[in-house]
Every structure is written in structure tokens, then in C-alpha cells.
């Protein structure tokens, strides 16, 4: 397929008239804007912070994040085209949810554009409009695909199928608030959402489904060292996975049997090591639980470490898409 740079998109120039397609910003200001397949889940409306966004409409969604000065350097990958610096915008909208509310589980692709803005620009509803037009001159002529691999992502605007969008305007307060103390997260709970948003994206397609549970293991020892570095700081020596169950525990009120790290050990073990202690497995038995039991207390706990406390208890059904939202850690 054709690839578009900035001069394939002459015809566009009246699509906007602060923001400008371009590869090299030489560390000028600007955006990228990253297509969200219909494959994932997404609030109704639109949410626009100070430096990121989620823009929702019937036709498309995408996100919209400001580059960080240093872009070129948020790390590198060959095989992981998601950056750093999206992760907080992903995982505000991820951990954002209280006990029985529907999930919310974007599915970014890899089909982005890069725009360049002065230096006083700001995201606000302007910036937002003109991205989305920008994005929809891109998509609808198939500019930023690679090839037939992602007919399965292209959006209403693209001739693709709707989006599932889950009611959950009264969530952006809430959004808001995780989205500000994730602008300062650390590298481990980075990686802890980013393979967050990787399980739920690789739990969409059956042929992957032992990936999404192995994503979700690496998520939980993110949240495991997360919780062992807080203990070290308290003066605790060498803590235990035990230790680390107990101080989620003495936050929550309730004793767990044993620790929480524990509960999907074997299955880690059996997965993860073809020939292992619990005897070797040409295709080890996971089930479907076992995905949405760790889905929901990953999310629980992350919730936890990055506001300081749970979330709250809903009234109504306990289920949604045909699946139980499991009691809380319990």
C-alpha cells in the first residue's frame, strides 16, 4: 500500500490550520494521534485532559497525546509500537471502573500520525476537532494501513463495524484524577499497564488467549515489585511474596489463606517452563476464569497503588458480555 508522508497530504491544507503531518519535529511541539480498533471497549464520550486525550465518535476513535520534548528518545522497540507516553492516557481509562461497572479496554493499533504545533498550542476542543479531521483524511483512505491484516481494525468512518461503547460519562472526573498521578509513574508501573492493555487486546482473538493470561502474569510481578520496593522503604528487609499479600490485606481489612501471588503460581510454572515440577504439558489447562479472576484483581490492585485506595462497590448486575465480574479478591 501507499505510504503517506506530509506531501502526500497537499490536497488536505484546509483541513486545519494549526496542526501540520510531519516526521521530523526537530523538538517542536505537536501530538500523536493513534487509531483505536473496534475490536476494544471505549466510554461514549469523548475525554480531553490537559495533555491527552480520547476522542469518541461514532465514526472513529483515536487517541490524541502531547509528545513529550524528549519523544524521540521514549524508548525504543522494533516489536511493541506503543510508547511510554501513551501508557497513562491507556491506563487511566483501564483503572477508572468501580465493582460491577463494565471494564473499559482500549485496543490501540499501530496506525498513527504524528502532528506538529507551535510551541503555545494547547489540547483543548479546537485541537481535538482539527486531530480528528487530520485522522479521518488519513483513514478513510487506507493511509495508514500496512496490509490486509488490518481490514479487522478499520472503524465506522472506514467502512469497518461500530464501536462498543459503554456508558461512562461520570467516569471522567475519575479519569482525570488517575490520568495526573500517572504522568509521574515509574517505569515498572508503566510496563505493569502497558502488558495491561496488551492482555486485553491479545484476549480478543482466540489463537492468542495463552499470551493474554501470560501478559497478565507479567502485569501482576509489576504490581508484586511495586508493592515489595514500598515494604523496602518502610525498613522491611527482603520481603516475601506472604509480605506483600499482607499489606494488601492490612489496607483492605481481610485476611487472605494464603498470599495472593500465589494463586496463579502453578499455572505461571506450567505455562512458562515446558518441562516443570508439576509434570511437563504439550497444551497446559487454562480456563476462562482463570484470565477474568487476574484481570480483575490486576486492575483492583493497580487501582489501589496508583489512588491509595479500592474501588468502590456498585448496585446492579454483576455481569456484563456473559461474564461474571468476580467478587473482590475473595
Keep these: 500500500m501507499e505510504k503517506a508522508g506530509p506531501a502526500s497530504f497537499a490536497v488536505f491544507d484546509k483541513v486545519g490550520l494549526r496542526l501540520r503531518p510531519s516526521r521530523d519535529f526537530r523538538q517542536q511541539h505537536g501530538y500523536r494521534l493513534r487509531l483505536m480498533s473496534p475490536l476494544g471497549t471505549y466510554p461514549d464520550v469523548t475525554f480531553l485532559g490537559p495533555n491527552a ?60 500520525i504524528d502532528l506538529r504545533a507551535t510551541p503555545s498550542h494547547q489540547l483543548d476542543a479546537a485541537a481535538v476537532d482539527e486531530g480528528g479531521r487530520w485522522m479521518r483524511a488519513y483513514v478513510k483512505r487506507h493511509k495508514l494501513e500496512i496490509d490486509f491484516r488490518d481490514l479487522i481494525h478499520r472503524p465506522p468512518v472506514a467502512g469497518g463495524v461500530q464501536y462498543d461503547l459503554i456508558e461512562s460519562g461520570h467516569r471522567n472526573l475519575h479519569v482525570s484524577k488517575i490520568l495526573d ?69 492490612s489496607h483492605y481489612g481481610i485476611n487472605f489463606e494464603d498470599s495472593i501471588f500465589e494463586d496463579d503460581y502453578e499455572n505461571r510454572i506450567r505455562v512458562i517452563h515446558p518441562d516443570n515440577k508439576f509434570g511437563a504439558e504439550a497444551r ?3 480456563l476462562a476464569d482463570d484470565f477474568y479472576e487476574l484481570r480483575h484483581r490486576v486492575i483492583e490492585l493497580f487501582h489501589f497503588l496508583v489512588t491509595g485506595g479500592p474501588t468502590h462497590p456498585m448496585s446492579g448486575s454483576d455481569e456484563w458480555h456473559g461474564h461474571a465480574i468476580h467478587l473482590r479478591m475473595v
Design 53 to 112: 486525550a480520547l476522542v469518541v465518535t461514532p465514526d472513529i476513535c483515536f487517541s490524541m497525546v502531547s509528545l513529550p520534548s524528549d519523544w524521540k528518545y521514549d524508548d525504543f522497540s522494533e516489536v511493541d509500537p506503543l510508547p511510554p507516553s501513551e501508557i497513562p492516557l491507556l491506563g487511566a481509562l483501564m483503572l477508572a471502573v468501580d465493582e460491577g461497572e463494565q471494564y473499559i479496554t482500549p485496543y490501540p493499533t499501530h496506525q498513527a
Design 181 to 249: 498521578l500517572l504522568q509521574s509513574a515509574d517505569q515498572v508501573t508503566l510496563r505493569g499497564l502497558s502488558s495491561l492493555v496488551k492482555a486485553n487486546m491479545a484476549w480478543e482473538h482466540g489463537e492468542f488467549r495463552e499470551a493474554a493470561c501470560v501478559s497478565l502474569w507479567i502485569s501482576l510481578d509489576a504490581i508484586h515489585s511495586l508493592i515489595r520496593a514500598r515494604l523496602i522503604r518502610e525498613g522491611k528487609t527482603n520481603p516475601t511474596s506472604q509480605d506483600a499479600s499482607n499489606y494488601i490485606a
Design 284 to 286: 497446559p489447562q487454562l
